[in-house]
């Protein structure tokens, strides 16, 4: 199985300002996948990063209030930009293991926006 | 599009009770469906899955059959345990291995 870390792990942070997140896998993935859970709501995925191209946005999320990158095959950041007590959620990245149809989660990031 | 429907909770249940969480999903070819489960102050783990038709996942306890026919994976437990309080999400994958997700099921077992 993969193991995931993410960081921070939580923030809390100024309306107007970005936070990126990192995410970090401990062995080399094609697919990462990021996803919001707003307060008592479901996950909601944001877009799927894969390494050597362009991230693929869901409806609803757009590059510029979520732009990723994902530099190598372990690793993606996800950044918030000009953040809303809207944008307060926790934010998860998983990953897809080809081998065995499983998605592993991240501990997730939980962003407050005051 | 592809969405999965699931039974609202809280469901609060007595230790050794049995326990079903109803799941639908949108029968848009033969997707891949999984339970997964956050309990409190935890991440998101993988408790089952099932990849087509028949399939019965198990796990702790749990268990899931993909039904096909009436487009259901329900969820269920024999005898819960107050360790089994979670919330339980119902997935189905879809075009490019992306989840969708069910609503969540908030279940919480006294003693």
């Known amino acids: 199985s993969a193991v995931i870390s993410q960081k921070p792990s939580r923030d809390i942070c100024q309306r107007g300002t970005s936070l990126t997140i990192q995410c970090q896998v401990d062995?080399?993935?094609?697919?990462m996948f990021w996803y919001r859970q707003q307060p008592g709501q479901s996950l909601t995925l944001i877009a799927t990063?894969?390494?050597?191209?362009?991230?693929?946005?869901e409806s609803g999320f757009v590059i510029d209030k979520f732009p990723i990158s994902r530099p190598n095959l372990t690793f993606s950041t996800l950044t918030v930009s000009n953040m809303s007590p809207e944008d307060s959620s926790i934010y998860l990245c998983?990953?897809?293991?080809?081998?065995?149809?499983?998605?592993?989660f991240g501990p997730g990031t939980r962003l407050t926006v005051t | 599009g592809d969405s999965v429907t699931q039974m609202e909770g809280p469901v609060t249940l007595s230790e050794e009770a049995f326990l079903t969480i109803n799941c639908t999903y949108t029968?848009?070819?033969?997707?891949?469906l999984f339970w997964y489960v956050q309990y409190p102050g935890e991440g998101l783990q993988l408790l089952l899955k099932?990849?087509?038709?028949?399939d019965k996942g198990s796990n702790k306890g749990f268990e899931a059959t993909y039904r096909k026919e009436t487009t259901s994976f329900h969820l269920e437990k024999g005898s819960v345990q107050v360790s089994d309080s979670a919330v339980y999400f119902c997935?189905?994958?879809?075009?490019?291995?992306?989840?969708?997700f069910g609503g969540g099921t908030r279940v919480l077992v006294k003693p």
């Open positions: 998983s990953v897809e293991d080809d081998r065995v149809t499983k998605q592993y």
């Open positions: 062995s080399q993935v094609t697919m």
């Open positions: 990063a894969n390494q050597g191209s362009e991230a693929t946005y």
């Open positions: 029968a848009t070819g033969y997707p891949s």
């Open positions: 099932a990849t087509k038709a028949d």
């Open positions: 997935a189905r994958a879809a075009a490019g291995n992306k989840l969708t």
